[in-house]
């Protein structure tokens, strides 16, 4: 159980990573910049951990699943991303996926 709570882990802190990645507007500034760097160690850190015993192809998907909508939703509420239905959609079949990935893994 622990280890599904560090894959969670691990998609926060690589939403911060990337959040921190517009915030530092091109490696100009000095703390978003630096974050960066530690939320994705963290991140990468704490999903090696997690897929000791998470199957990898669950882990991997609901990890870049998750980030990247996750991620969408951030850019758009936070920093005016332009929204428009081709891009809901396709985030709708990204989680429709991750959602596949994992049925079918858990029919093995």
């Known amino acids: 159980m622990v280890h599904w709570f560090l894959l969670y882990g ?11 990645m517009k ?11 630096v974050m960066t760097f530690v939320f994705y160690g963290g991140s990468l850190a704490a999903m090696i951990v997690a ?8 882990a991997y998907a609901i990890w870049s ?3 990247t909508t996750l991620t969408a939703v951030i850019g758009i509420a936070y920093f005016g991303d332009p929204v428009n239905t081709v891009k809901i959609i396709s985030l ?7 959602i596949g990935l994992n049925l079918q893994g858990s029919t093995h």
């Open 10 to 20: 691990a998609i926060a802190l690589e939403i911060a990573g990337t959040t921190c």
């Open 23 to 33: 915030l530092s507007r091109g490696f100009t500034h000095p703390l978003p910049s």
């Open 51 to 58: 897929v000791k015993t998470v199957p990898l192809s669950a």
């Open 65 to 67: 699943g998750l980030g």
């Open 92 to 98: 709708a079949l990204v989680i429709l996926g991750v």
